[in-house]
């Protein structure tokens, strides 16, 4: 119970340096020739270069691909590889820092690789840390060791590589248990740096994500202004996210674009990716899908995975609807290590999107993010848990992921979670529970919940829980949205349910507007008021008609049989004449 307060809370609370040149260049050299020979000899650059399933899985740090059986999966990687394989050299450059898989040298050799192909966060990463390119260092075999010979540098370039690697460390501290760092340490020592390089705009951006991961954001902003003035692009772009609504310079439109054009100018990628993502949603008035694509792709030639990802999006959408290339890029994008790509592919395989419908390949994928806090992609991973899709169904995983789905902010998920209370699948049931989770996706506009809240407030769930006036809201918002069969349960409801919320005019107009929905089991309910009278003249001619359109619904077969029987006997013959051609009116126009 703990756990799941917890988890209710959660939800709803949550609506690099000029460095120095060695002394020695002549010897930088030679390191940097012993460097790319160790690297080119190495075995670890041919297996980089295959493309079987074991030997990727050996040397990245994460399964980028789970799934190789599909020819076309592994084209689209070999292809990837070539045209931004820095970005997976720079994911596992940083991955060797750490202490399960330290080996600096590889690191190293990776990180100045990446940093010439292009990426824009291993040329900032390079600067930090090209003080590293030292014999001395080049030999340690430990993060520890590493720790330890930086510490008796008195460079301030030495100081400025310790910051970066601590911070690196603190990140993967699962693997690095015995080896994370006060924050309050890190930030002396980037204050130190300050002092010592007070011209070096890496130094003021370490220390404003030192202050920020401190939560000290204020002062976070004044040393990314510092690092802006002197030209760096991270700087500007945290500028610019201080301009958003709630940010800490309130919201200014103006200047948030400002200020992302200046971080773009710089070579950022994220902040291409920022302006697409504002022409997208309609920042700048009305959507515009092309421009957003322009900046997305200028991302993405920086090998900016969530631009891969948001171009893939787009490919998707009315007017830009692309199959092909709605996977192509989604691949691109989960290979290059964006979590929610691997929920993109799963659903792109279970919905047979460009591709043949695979729930093999599906759930390869969303099982990729099974480690993540990734909402979307845990979603589809409990999706094919609760369906069996893929692999066997499960309701005590569908559960779990769907409940790490739902604390990671996914409201298809809380939907989903809501229900498995309410009917105690993978869990012991609680109407209470369920309520509140479908409040929560209700009022996120998950129509399902809303019409699942109709059902408890009905008291189908717990006597307890009936209430009147919110059932008949929840049915309302449903009716409105024309979800399912919600338009009939409020039409039901408006005629037949509490006295206090009857009315039987717009009952009627939601019975016609059911069944020109397609519910043609609302045809009953019509008929019925002609039959009966209900807040009209009793009309047995125009009840025949909607008796005889009921027939065709399962569910009301037999009582549409009957009460078409009961009105058709009531007639003259001549009314018999008009009443048929009045139900043959109602089946062409219906059925």
């Given at each position: 119970?703990?756990?799941?307060?917890?988890?209710?809370?959660?939800?709803?609370l949550?609506i690099?340096?000029?460095?120095?040149?060695?002394?020695?260049?002549?010897?930088?050299d030679?390191?940097?020739?012993?460097?790319?020979?160790?690297?080119?000899?190495?075995?670890?650059?041919?297996?980089y270069?295959?493309?079987n399933k074991?030997?990727?899985?050996?040397?990245?740090?994460?399964?980028?691909?789970?799934?190789f059986?599909?020819?076309?999966?592994?084209?689209?990687?070999?292809?990837?590889?070539?045209?931004?394989?820095?970005?997976?050299?720079?994911?596992?450059?940083?991955?060797?820092?750490?202490?399960s898989?330290?080996?600096?040298k590889?690191s190293?050799v990776?990180?100045?690789?990446?940093a010439?192909?292009?990426?824009f966060?291993a040329?900032?990463?390079?600067?930090?840390?090209?003080?590293?390119?030292?014999?001395?260092?080049?030999?340690?075999?430990?993060s520890?060791?590493?720790?330890?010979l930086?510490k008796?540098?008195s460079?301030?370039?030495?100081?400025?590589a310790?910051?970066q690697i601590?911070?690196i460390?603190n990140?993967f501290?699962e693997?690095?248990?015995?080896?994370?760092?006060?924050l309050d340490?890190?930030?002396?020592?980037?204050?130190?740096?300050?002092k010592a390089?007070?011209?070096n705009?890496?130094?003021?951006?370490?220390?404003?994500?030192?202050?920020y991961?401190?939560q000290?954001?204020?002062k976070?902003?004044?040393?990314?202004?510092?690092a802006?003035k002197?030209?760096?692009a991270?700087?500007?772009?945290?500028?610019?996210l201080?301009y958003?609504?709630?940010g800490?310079?309130?919201?200014?439109?103006?200047?948030?674009?400002e200020?992302?054009?200046?971080?773009?100018?710089?070579?950022?990628p994220?902040?291409?990716?920022?302006?697409?993502?504002r022409?997208?949603?309609?920042f700048?008035?009305?959507?515009?899908?092309?421009?957003a694509?322009?900046?997305?792709?200028?991302?993405?030639k920086?090998?900016?995975?969530t631009?891969?990802?948001?171009i893939?999006l787009?490919?998707?959408?009315?007017?830009f609807?692309?199959?092909?290339?709605?996977?192509?890029?989604?691949?691109?994008?989960?290979?290059?290590?964006?979590h929610t790509?691997?929920?993109?592919?799963?659903?792109?395989?279970?919905?047979?999107?460009?591709?043949?419908?695979?729930?093999?390949i599906?759930?390869?994928?969303?099982?990729?993010a099974r480690?993540?806090?990734?909402g979307?992609?845990?979603?589809?991973l409990?999706?094919c848990?609760?369906?069996g899709?893929?692999?066997?169904?499960?309701d005590?995983k569908?559960?779990?992921?769907y409940?790490?789905?739902t604390?990671n902010?996914?409201?298809?998920?809380?939907?989903?979670?809501?229900?498995?209370?309410?009917?105690?699948?993978g869990?012991?049931?609680?109407c209470?529970?369920?309520?509140?989770?479908h409040?929560?996706a209700?009022?996120?506009?998950?129509?399902?919940s809303a019409s699942?809240?109709?059902?408890?407030?009905?008291?189908?769930?717990?006597?307890?829980?009936a209430?009147?006036e919110?059932?008949?809201?929840?049915?309302?918002?449903?009716?409105e949205a024309n979800?399912?069969v919600?338009?009939?349960?409020?039409?039901?409801e408006?005629?037949?349910?509490s006295k206090?919320?009857?009315?039987?005019?717009?009952?009627k107009?939601w019975?016609l507007r059911s069944i020109?929905?397609?519910?043609?089991?609302a045809?009953?309910?019509?008929?019925?008021f002609y039959?009966?009278?209900?807040?009209?003249k009793?009309?047995?001619?125009v009840?025949?008609a909607?008796y005889?359109?009921?027939?065709?619904n399962?569910r009301?077969?037999?009582?549409a049989l009957k009460?078409?029987a009961?009105?058709f006997?009531?007639?003259?013959?001549?009314?018999?004449i008009?009443?048929?051609?009045l139900?043959?009116?109602?089946l062409?126009k219906?059925?």
């Amino acid at each position: 119970m703990i756990k799941l307060v917890k988890l209710i809370i959660i939800f709803l609370l949550s609506i690099s340096a000029h460095a120095t040149q060695v002394s020695d260049e002549r010897s930088q050299d030679n390191v940097q020739n012993e460097l790319n020979n160790e690297f080119n000899q190495s075995s670890f650059q041919r297996d980089y270069k295959d493309q079987n399933k074991k030997t990727l899985n050996s040397i990245l740090p994460t399964k980028l691909l789970p799934h190789f059986k599909d020819k076309l999966v592994k084209n689209k990687y070999a292809k990837a590889l070539k045209a931004g394989q820095w970005q997976l050299l720079y994911n596992l450059s940083t991955y060797l820092l750490t202490k399960s898989a330290f080996n600096l040298k590889k690191s190293l050799v990776l990180l100045k690789s990446c940093a010439k192909r292009g990426g824009f966060d291993a040329k900032q990463r390079y600067e930090k840390l090209k003080f590293l390119y030292q014999k001395k260092f080049l030999k340690v075999s430990s993060s520890e060791e590493l720790m330890g010979l930086l510490k008796n540098e008195s460079s301030p370039y030495a100081l400025l590589a310790e910051v970066q690697i601590k911070l690196i460390l603190n990140k993967f501290r699962e693997n690095n248990s015995n080896l994370t760092y006060s924050l309050d340490s890190i930030e002396d020592s980037a204050l130190a740096l300050v002092k010592a390089l007070p011209k070096n705009h890496h130094v003021y951006e370490l220390l404003g994500k030192v202050l920020y991961q401190n939560q000290k954001k204020t002062k976070s902003l004044t040393a990314y202004q510092k690092a802006a003035k002197l030209g760096n692009a991270e700087g500007f772009n945290e500028i610019a996210l201080a301009y958003k609504l709630g940010g800490l310079l309130g919201e200014n439109k103006n200047k948030q674009v400002e200020n992302f054009r200046k971080c773009a100018s710089l070579g950022n990628p994220r902040c291409f990716n920022s302006m697409g993502y504002r022409y997208s949603n309609g920042f700048f008035g009305k959507k515009n899908k092309v421009k957003a694509l322009e900046y997305y792709q200028q991302a993405a030639k920086r090998g900016w995975a969530t631009s891969y990802r948001n171009i893939s999006l787009i490919y998707n959408d009315e007017g830009f609807k692309n199959a092909e290339l709605h996977h192509e890029y989604a691949l691109h994008a989960a290979i290059l290590g964006d979590h929610t790509a691997y929920g993109i592919l799963a659903r792109i395989y279970r919905h047979g999107r460009g591709v043949k419908v695979n729930n093999d390949i599906a759930f390869s994928w969303a099982s990729a993010a099974r480690n993540t806090t990734n909402g979307y992609s845990l979603f589809e991973l409990a999706y094919c848990y609760d369906k069996g899709l893929g692999t066997l169904r499960d309701d005590h995983k569908a559960f779990k992921y769907y409940e790490r789905a739902t604390i990671n902010n996914n409201y298809s998920a809380a939907s989903n979670l809501a229900s498995f209370y309410q009917y105690g699948r993978g869990t012991q049931k609680d109407c209470k529970v369920a309520l509140k989770l479908h409040a929560i996706a209700a009022k996120e506009g998950k129509l399902y919940s809303a019409s699942k809240l109709y059902q408890i407030y009905r008291g189908k769930c717990d006597k307890s829980l009936a209430n009147e006036e919110k059932k008949m809201y929840w049915a309302k918002v449903g009716a409105e949205a024309n979800y399912k069969v919600m338009p009939y349960s409020y039409a039901w409801e408006l005629a037949y349910g509490s006295k206090t919320y009857r009315d039987y005019k717009l009952s009627k107009e939601w019975y016609l507007r059911s069944i020109e929905s397609g519910i043609i089991e609302a045809a009953y309910g019509m008929g019925s008021f002609y039959y009966k009278g209900l807040g009209i003249k009793k009309d047995y001619k125009v009840a025949y008609a909607w008796y005889r359109l009921a027939t065709h619904n399962k569910r009301k077969n037999q009582k549409a049989l009957k009460y078409a029987a009961k009105s058709f006997n009531k007639l003259s013959p001549s009314e018999k004449i008009e009443a048929e051609a009045l139900a043959a009116t109602y089946l062409a126009k219906y059925l």
